[in-house]
C-alpha cells in the first residue's frame, strides 16, 4: 500500500487548508486512515482518525482535542482519498502533517506504533 500527502502550504492565521491522502493498493474491508502532525522540535502527535468498517456507508472519526471543533476528516465515495480539512488556522498548526493507515482493523488508535504504512508528509506553516 502506497499514502501520498498533499495540499499543504503557508497560509495565515485564520485561513483554511484541506489537505488529502490517496491511498494506493489493498487497504482491506477494515481499516483506519490517520492523521498525524509534527510541529518544529516536537514529537509527531495524533490528530485525527477515520476508521472503515464493511456495511458501513461513511467512515466513522476520531480526533485530538487540539482539532476537535476546527478539523473535519472525511472520504470520497470509494474510501481511498481521505480529507483533512482545517480551520481557522493558527500558528500552533504550523507542523509537517502525515496521513497513516492501519489495516488491522483496529477503531481509529492515537498511537502512531499501530499503524503499518505512513505517506510522505506535507508542510503546513501557519503565520501569524
Known amino acids: 500500500v502506497q499514502l501520498q500527502a498533499f495540499g499543504g502550504g503557508l497560509v495565515q492565521a485564520g485561513d483554511s487548508l484541506r489537505l488529502s491522502c490517496a491511498a494506493a493498493?489493498?487497504?482491506?474491508?477494515?481499516?483506519?486512515v490517520g492523521w498525524f502532525r509534527q510541529p518544529p522540535g516536537k514529537e509527531r502527535e495524533f490528530v485525527g482518525a477515520i476508521a472503515f468498517y464493511p456495511g458501513r456507508s461513511t467512515g466513522s472519526t476520531k480526533y485530538a482535542e487540539s482539532a476537535r471543533g476546527r478539523f473535519t476528516i472525511s472520504s470520497n465515495s470509494d474510501k481511498k482519498t481521505v480529507y483533512l480539512e482545517m480551520n481557522k488556522l493558527n500558528p500552533d498548526d504550523t507542523a509537517v502533517y502525515y496521513c497513516?493507515?492501519?489495516?488491522?482493523?483496529?477503531?481509529?488508535?492515537?498511537?502512531?506504533?499501530?499503524?503499518?504504512?505512513w505517506g510522505q508528509g506535507t508542510e503546513v506553516t501557519v503565520s501569524s
Open positions: 493498493g489493498r487497504t482491506g474491508r477494515s481499516y483506519t
Open positions: 497513516a493507515l492501519d489495516t488491522t482493523g483496529r477503531y481509529a488508535s492515537t498511537d502512531q506504533y499501530q499503524y503499518n504504512y
